[in-house]
């Protein structure tokens, strides 16, 4: 005999709504941790792609150096982490995690209104100086945001590195001189920089 009580429907849930502020609150959170992830995905690239370094007289039978170790500059790795010191892949990399930090953080935050006196460039990644030193700023504002730094170092981080930045950056003969000057009307060209000189050897 089959069973003919009635089943009760259960009641859908009720929806579940975050405040504008905590929506803000998470992108931000979001933003950062997507450009900690790909910092640290280029991080292990490097790791991945460097070669094993062959033992050297100065290293004991056991792999462990001796007492006269070699200075840090002749240690294997990358030279140097200013983006512009990089190439190919490594470069192309690095420029999608700053700018992911650039177009969900600092734009966000601190890009102000366009005018003749405060120029931007949408295009800003195509302008070397630009790259450079939102890539100083991003590296700084790694440093200084993360718990080691202590409770200045956001702080620290306004005053000493985005001020200075922003100065230069949206300076009306900065990168982005020849940009734009107006949301409405966008406008993108790299000046020209002076070309090097070639000194001849002397006869």
């Known amino acids: ?16 709504r975050v405040s504008d ?13 997507v450009a ?3 910092q640290h995905g280029v991080i292990l690239d490097r790791l991945g792609s460097e070669p094993a370094p062959a033992p050297t007289a100065g290293q004991q ?13 002749q240690a294997d790795g990358p030279a140097s982490v200013f983006i512009l010191a990089l190439g190919g892949e490594e470069y192309a990399l690095e420029l999608a995690a700053l700018g992911d930090w650039v177009n ?24 070397p100086e630009a ?13 200084l945001t993360d718990t080691e730094a202590g409770l200045s170092g956001p702080s620290t981080w306004h005053r000493d590195h985005l001020d ?35 000194t001849e050897a002397a006869a």
Request: glycine share 4%; charged share 20%; aromatic share 8%.
């Open 164 to 198: 200075q930045a922003l100065v230069h950056l949206r300076a009306p003969d900065g990168p982005f001189a020849a940009c734009t000057t107006s949301p409405n009307r966008p406008n993108h060209r790299v000046l020209s920089t002076p070309a090097p000189e070639h």
């Open 61 to 73: 039978g056991d792999g462990a150096p001796e007492a006269e170790a070699d200075s840090p500059e």
């Open 131 to 143: 790259v450079a030193r939102l890539h100083a700023l991003w590296l700084a504002w790694q440093q």
């Open 104 to 127: 969900y953080l600092f734009l966000p935050v601190y890009g102000r209104e366009i005018s003749t006196t405060r120029p931007w460039c949408a295009q800003w990644h195509e302008h």
């Open 36 to 38: 900690e992830v790909r």
């Open 21 to 33: 502020g905590d929506l803000d609150d998470l992108a931000s959170t979001l933003a950062k941790t």
């Open 1 to 16: 005999m089959s069973d003919t009580t009635p089943v009760t429907p259960v009641p859908a849930p009720e929806p579940f």
